[in-house]
């Protein structure tokens, strides 16, 4: 089992920034490949970012590329999404998900990740 918190969700204005981290435990957290999603009132959840097991190989979606940065500090068990000029249209819950037994690969579709956080709230005012 894996357990998964996500943190550093909040309230910033357009073309703010916002760090989220998620902090795994339980297992080997650097044999995990990540990802983080969102979801926004009444859309379907997206991924957003995702990163393999080693960190040298990252995922983002049309929309963020440029302004979201996903890592992973496995001396830390933990993975980033640093997230700059922000616009409302990022508003949403986040959510980090982690797949086991992987091999070099990342995953976007969320039903191939095993474990998952609580979400934390990003909102964007204009």
């Known amino acids: 089992q894996v357990q998964l918190v996500e943190s550093g969700g909040g309230l910033v204005q357009t073309g703010g920034s916002l760090r989220l981290s998620c902090a795994a435990s339980g297992r080997t957290f650097s044999r995990y490949a990540m990802g983080w999603f969102r979801q926004a009132p009444g859309k379907e959840r997206e991924c957003v970012a995702a990163i393999n097991w080693s960190g040298d190989g990252t995922f983002y979606t049309d929309s963020v590329k440029g302004r979201f940065t996903i890592s992973r500090d496995s001396a830390k068990d933990t993975i980033y999404l640093q997230m700059n000029s922000l616009k409302p249209e990022d508003t949403a819950v986040y959510y980090c998900?982690?797949?086991?037994?992987?091999?070099?690969?990342?995953?976007?579709?969320?039903?191939?990740?095993?474990?998952w956080g609580q979400g934390t709230q990003v909102t964007v005012s204009s």
């Open positions: 998900a982690a797949r086991e037994y992987t091999g070099s690969s990342y995953y976007t579709m969320e039903t191939l990740y095993d474990y």
